[in-house]
């Protein structure tokens, strides 16, 4: 009798035991998907407020950019979607891990205006954003890890010499600018769009872009949806 009390006794323990390890298992799992959504979703803020790039901001990131981790491992996101998956891929390979990523350089941004700026440090990309007239960083940033728009290639450049250059991709066109700034390093101005153009908003739509004046007043189109 007392053999058999002591084998429920074993068996109940052991139940509870694994129901509690199961349970805790299940809220682990539960906080870290939690910690690396919130992860994920400031540090593509962060990016985004420091350079005043997306829906919020005065500039565009012309795609793709490469970022560093704490670890000093860096990546190459082709879009905001990509972006998003490369962090959250890395935050749950390190989950304990609470400094978010940061931009490596050189990259290329778009202005509101339609110039294609080379960045080659962060001291100059803090310029820029200075510069900006949007106070993206006012702006709560749930939601805003978004781009306003993507250009349609091919796409036409206008360099400053009045030379221009046909680009078929993005990185085509990161390429060409970079070329060009090396070969004319003294040259303040700006490779630019050459317009009429084309791009694709966030719903898919495609909007045809006619002057600079055109692509300004759809940057202010973007930042003003709530």
């Known amino acids: ?28 799992a539960g906080v870290t998907s ?32 490469t970022i560093e981790f704490a670890d000093g491992s860096t990546a190459e996101a082709e879009d905001y979607e990509g972006l998003k998956t490369i962090i959250q891929d890395w935050k749950e390979a ?12 050189p990259l290329e941004i778009l202005s509101e205006e339609g ?7 962060s001291e100059e990309l803090r310029r ?27 796409i036409t450049l206008t360099f400053p010499d009045a030379t221009t250059e046909e680009v078929a991709d993005r990185r085509a066109l990161k390429l060409a600018v970079r070329a060009w700034r090396q070969a004319n390093p003294d040259v303040d101005e700006r490779p ?22 055109d692509l300004v007043a759809l940057k202010d189109s973007c930042s003003e949806e709530g």
């Open 1 to 28: 009798m007392i053999q058999q009390s002591f084998k429920l006794f074993s068996l109940f323990s052991l139940v509870i035991g694994l129901t509690f390890v199961f349970s805790s298992c299940e809220k682990s």
């Open 192 to 213: 630019t769009l050459t317009y009429p153009l084309q791009v694709e908003m966030r719903d898919s739509t495609i909007v045809d872009v006619a002057s600079k004046e």
């Open 34 to 65: 939690e910690d690396t959504i919130e992860y994920t979703t400031q540090a593509v803020f962060e990016i985004q407020e420091r350079s005043g790039c997306g829906r919020g901001g005065c500039f565009e990131f012309v795609f793709p950019i």
């Open 128 to 154: 820029a954003r200075i510069q900006c007239r949007r106070n993206f960083g006012s702006r709560p940033h749930h939601g805003r890890a978004e781009r306003c728009f993507r250009l349609v290639y091919p």
């Open 94 to 105: 390190n989950p304990d891990a609470e400094e978010r990523p940061s931009l490596s350089y």
């Open 115 to 121: 110039e294609v700026l080379t960045i080659e440090s």
